[in-house]
């Protein structure tokens, strides 16, 4: 299980940090990824995190978030810094992770966030 959660709405060039929380029988967390999604557009993914600590951005969001993990509190983050009224969406956190019952791919519930201009 993922919960995510750190959304709210702040002002352009505020800040703002979501957290990803995973939980239940975890043997290993693979990658970790935040994704958001404005309204009528598609999903797309805004960050990615290895297991050993690789990075990947979206040219968008590249220079202002910072993705990163604690692996001991099984734990991702997204630290948005000059936000803006563009980064407002839906934010998923979405892990590939391997459990008791094998690997596979779960789902956040979503947080919103949204930057005002």
């Known amino acids: 299980q993922l919960q995510a959660s750190g959304g709210g709405l702040v002002q352009a060039g505020g800040s703002l940090r979501l957290s990803c929380a995973a939980s239940?029988?975890?043997?290993?967390?693979?990658?970790m990824n935040w994704y958001r999604q404005a309204p009528g557009k598609q999903r797309e993914l805004v960050a990615s995190?290895?297991?050993?600590?690789?990075?990947n951005y979206a040219g968008s969001v590249k220079g202002r978030f910072t993705i990163s993990r604690d692996n001991a509190k099984k734990t991702a983050y997204l630290q948005m810094n000059s936000l803006e009224p563009e980064d407002t969406a839906v934010y998923y956190c979405?892990?590939?992770?391997?459990?008791?019952?094998?690997?596979?791919?779960?789902w956040g519930q979503g947080t919103q966030v949204t930057v005002s201009s």
């Open positions: 979405n892990a590939d992770l391997t459990s008791v019952v094998g690997r596979g791919d779960y």
């Open positions: 239940g029988s975890i043997l290993v967390i693979n990658a």
């Open positions: 995190i290895t297991r050993f600590g690789s990075t």
